[in-house]
């Protein structure tokens, strides 16, 4: 049995030693914004925060969380970045995009208005095969926290 | 009314002659220009579900019962399987089926290529079914794998018969020469990397089948399911409401479709099969490498006399043999011209279209070859372009139906004329240059597709039509559409798409045809749901119907009355207006073509070989713009693509055993947000007078075309090396500066080549 603190709520559950917490988040809890696109921790789609803190979730084993609090982009759905994000058009197929805001939310909480170099350092490790980097840009750079 | 016509269909450059019944197009196009919604920066409808995470893919699809599959795939290029037990696989925990390779078509005891399906298993969790894999006890024979695409094309392995294509005398042309320029050009293997893999849920259920896919063409999926299986079209569902990129290789059902159908079948619960990370950069398609040989020719004035090569794609053990010549054919007014074109089969996984298949690598090579040839006559790289014009389809002698290339050119006239101030700004080992390159291609959709247009009591509109929106914006394009007809705001239209049982057929979303087929038959829909509702306001208003329109949400009369909408659809209370609409035919005689043309400006450091683009400006001609915005997004989405296929991506394999070594992201290179140059769109937005209601070609493909070439363009004029193969990684650029650098050392006149 663990404790985990997702989005403020508490769950209790059984998983097995080895499961990452990617997999306890989509298939357990039913939060299916975290989306896994490479399983091994190279492509940042599967990124949620612990205690304020992009991690990939998909090379994250649930069991090493422990009383960290866990953000996932259900717990960021009203957060300004979304419509930044959709009116600067920073998303395509969309599948990279939670990952995206869940990775610029953190860089916005902790640095309100990022240069642009700081912008690629923070989401260099958040692949979009579609190709929506110059408006990803625009996005967090247009958004004055 | 309905017209039985016999008509060619393109997709990707491809043509099939078919029977077609089309409807008359009789709506008048839309003025020129950005209208009140169509035209403008609309941001995705879909946008704030997909940013939030509230969008089904295909991924995300969670049904009771449901296992998961894993594949068993060849570890080796080529070799046959002498013995295969799946019993241990049966036994282990949690593992409810296993199939062969007797079991369905698709599984191999034969795998032609690394990756290819042998055998498979359902389990409860994904882990069970991975782990009962490497239970599978298989003896395998490992054969001679045929790697090398030269030595197959000599051996006779060919996927096709080779093409020869010829016009004019091409040896009078060379004869006629004052320069020829000959070289050869290579271009790699690159790998689609959809961020969701490739996968699909077989469910069957109500007396048929209902599959989840991952897919760019829900109708080819369904007609494949049901021979597959052996039931009627209509009892097979093909479901995908939000999809995670295909980039081309989504155009089929795969190999884990039938998989998924058979284990579903036999155990009576819905299976998923869903490749992972490492098979899809193995078995999910690629694009195919090639070898050009290539020569032009011309007089002093540019004129040029002769264009011609020996094209070989290399294409793996299956996929088909896109127009790598092409670009050769089509691009330029020369008049004699021999391309021929070989189809190497080798042990290598298949490939798969990919974003402009063939035109990419082409473009390439003929692009690269046009400014080596400039170069030697001393002409402007962009002039000797405009001097070989092509005015009409050398291919055929047809008109094109629209051409704004000249344009393109014109346009991009300002942003050429910067490189003599780019190469000053050389500084140390940084060698900075400008390089253009032009873009053709295909993009202008056909019939069959249909859309239809609901209204209800309040006014707002539903188009429903089974198609899909692979991440191209095409949902929120038929939105708009549908409010211009109709005089309605954008976010009064709703679009209900991906599920072939609530809606009629659609085009698949490849080559890009899913603006050019489909916004024309939404925007017959719309028309029709108008004119009902015209026609209902003219009795109830006494007036006659053709001074009547609908604006701004409004019933509007020509002597200036205006009443809501609702005062009319309100009477109707649960009843519904229903409009049915249909793509017209394409322009009879007529070539339908897309154009444009980009200006890369790089940064060379000829001391490591580190190429840097700083800019790319991309113009292109795609007749109508549909929304400003999302257009804008395609551009630089194949652009970066383009840039991948450039400088970093390249699928690798040992070269003695045929296995694929870059089978994760960190080793596959794809561009990050830190690799994007400044990227400058400007789309001509004239539409095509001849091409349906809209006048709209499609933008998926076009972009990413001119980019190697104008990449390459660009590091010849900063340092003078010629770049001739793909990816340009640091190796590559240092041994092309130093050949340059040999090449200067020769004395002229004694130089071999």
């Known amino acids: 049995m663990i404790e985990l603190e997702v989005n403020g709520q508490r769950y209790e559950l059984e998983a097995q030693v080895g499961r990452s917490l990617a997999d306890v988040l989509r298939d357990d809890l039913g939060l299916i914004g975290t989306k896994v696109a490479c399983g091994e921790g190279h492509c940042g789609a599967c ?99 | 009314m309905a017209r039985l016509i016999k008509t060619e269909k393109e997709v990707e450059g491809r043509y099939t002659e078919q029977w077609i019944v089309v409807d008359e197009d009789a709506l008048d196009q839309w003025p020129e220009g950005p209208l009140e919604v169509v035209g403008r920066e609309v941001p995705r409808i879909d946008g704030h579900d997909r940013a939030r995470g509230l969008a089904g893919y295909t991924a995300d699809v969670r049904l009771p019962g449901l296992l998961q599959a894993a594949v068993l795939r060849s570890p080796h290029a080529r070799a046959r399987v002498k013995s295969i037990d799946l019993s241990p696989a049966l036994a282990a925990d949690g593992v409810r089926a296993a199939v062969g390779p007797d079991d369905i078509e698709g599984l191999t005891d034969e795998p032609a290529y690394m990756g290819a399906a042998v055998a498979a298993v359902a389990a409860d969790t994904f882990g069970a079914a991975r782990a009962a894999i490497d239970l599978i006890d298989v003896e395998w024979e490992e054969l001679e794998p045929l790697l090398d695409p030269d030595e197959a094309v000599k051996q006779g392995s060919l996927l096709d018969e080779s093409v020869t294509y010829e016009r004019g005398d091409f040896e009078r042309g060379l004869a006629e020469a004052d320069a020829v320029v000959e070289a050869e050009y290579r271009t790699q293997v690159v790998l689609h990397n959809s961020l969701e893999t490739h996968q699909s849920i077989a469910h069957w259920e109500d007396g048929g089948l209902t599959i989840y896919i991952s897919t760019q063409y829900i109708w080819g999926v369904r007609a494949a399911v049901a021979k597959q299986t052996g039931l009627p079209e209509d009892k097979v569902r093909v479901i995908c409401l939000a999809m995670g990129g295909g980039f081309g290789s989504k155009n089929s059902p795969g190999d884990y479709t039938p998989i998924a159908i058979e284990l579903a079948k036999r155990t009576g619960q819905p299976v998923r099969c869903a490749l992972t990370r490492r098979e899809e950069n193995v078995a999910a398609g690629n694009r195919n490498a090639t070898i050009q040989r290539i020569t032009a020719a011309a007089r002093a004035d540019g004129t040029l006399t002769a264009l011609g090569g020996e094209f070989v794609n290399a294409i793996g053990f299956s996929g088909w043999s896109s127009s790598t010549e092409g670009p050769m054919q089509m691009l330029y007014a020369c008049e004699n011209m021999r391309t021929v074109k070989h189809s190497a089969k080798l042990n290598l996984p298949p490939m798969a279209a990919f974003r402009a298949p063939g035109f990419v690598e082409g473009t390439f090579g003929l692009e690269c070859l046009l400014d080596e040839l400039a170069a030697k006559l001393d002409i402007d790289p962009l002039e000797l372009r405009r001097r070989n014009y092509a005015d009409s389809d050398r291919m055929d002698e047809r008109p094109f139906s629209s051409k704004q290339l000249a344009e393109c050119y014109r346009r991009a006239e300002p942003h050429w004329q910067r490189r003599n101030e780019v190469r000053a700004s050389s500084s140390g080992p940084w060698k900075r240059g400008v390089g253009l390159a032009s873009q053709i291609w295909y993009g202008g959709g056909g019939p069959p597709s249909y859309a239809w247009v609901r209204v209800g009591s309040n006014g707002h509109a539903q188009v429903v039509t089974a198609m899909q929106d692979i991440g191209t914006g095409s949902r929120t394009a038929m939105a708009q559409i549908a409010a211009e007809e109709l005089g309605i705001p954008v976010d009064h239209v709703h679009v209900s798409l991906g599920d072939s049982a609530r809606g009629p057929y659609a085009t698949l979303s490849a080559g890009s045809s899913t603006i050019p087929s489909m916004g024309p038959a939404t925007r017959s829909a719309a028309a029709d749901a108008k004119r009902q509702i015209l026609e209902i306001a003219a009795q109830r208003f006494n007036l006659e119907e053709r001074v009547l329109d609908l604006k701004g949400g409004k019933i509007v009369s020509a002597d200036g009355g205006a009443w809501e909408l609702t005062e009319i659809t309100g009477l109707l209370e649960d009843a519904q207006i229903l409009g049915n609409g249909a793509r017209g035919p394409n322009p009879t005689g007529m070539r339908v073509l897309t154009f444009g043309v980009q200006v890369a400006e790089v940064a060379v450091d000829v001391e490591t070989g580190e190429v840097r683009v700083d800019k790319i400006v991309a113009i292109h001609d795609v007749g109508r713009v549909i929304n400003a915005l999302g257009a804008s997004s395609q551009v630089e989405g194949g652009i970066i693509q383009g840039l991948g296929h450039t400088l970093s991506e390249e699928r690798l394999v040992d070269p003695h055993t045929g296995r694929v070594l870059t089978q994760s992201l960190d080793a596959y290179k794809l561009p990050t947000i830190a690799d994007v140059p400044e990227i400058v769109t400007d789309l001509v937005d004239v539409p095509d007078p001849h091409l349906t209601n809209l006048g709209a070609k499609g933008l998926g493909e076009p972009p990413i075309i001119p980019v190697a070439a104008a990449v390459a363009n660009a590091i010849r004029d900063a340092t003078g090396a010629d770049v001739r193969s793909l990816p340009i990684s640091r190796e590559e650029m240092l041994k092309a500066l130093r050949e340059a650098e040999a090449k200067k050392r020769v004395p002229v006149g004694t130089a071999s080549s």
């Open chain 1, 47 to 145: 990124t949620v925060q612990l205690d304020g803190v992009p991690v990939l979730s998909c090379i994250t084993l649930v069991h090493t969380v422990g009383p960290r609090r866990v953000t996932t982009i259900e717990g960021l759905r009203d957060h300004p970045l979304v419509d930044a994000f959709v009116a600067a058009d920073a998303l395509q197929c969309g599948f990279c995009t939670p990952g995206q805001i869940v990775t610029a939310s953190a860089l916005v909480a902790a640095n309100p208005s990022p240069s642009k170099d700081e912008i690629r350092h923070a989401m260099a490790g958040n692949l979009c095969r579609c190709g929506t980097y110059p408006k990803i840009e625009e996005a967090i750079s247009s958004w004055q926290g």
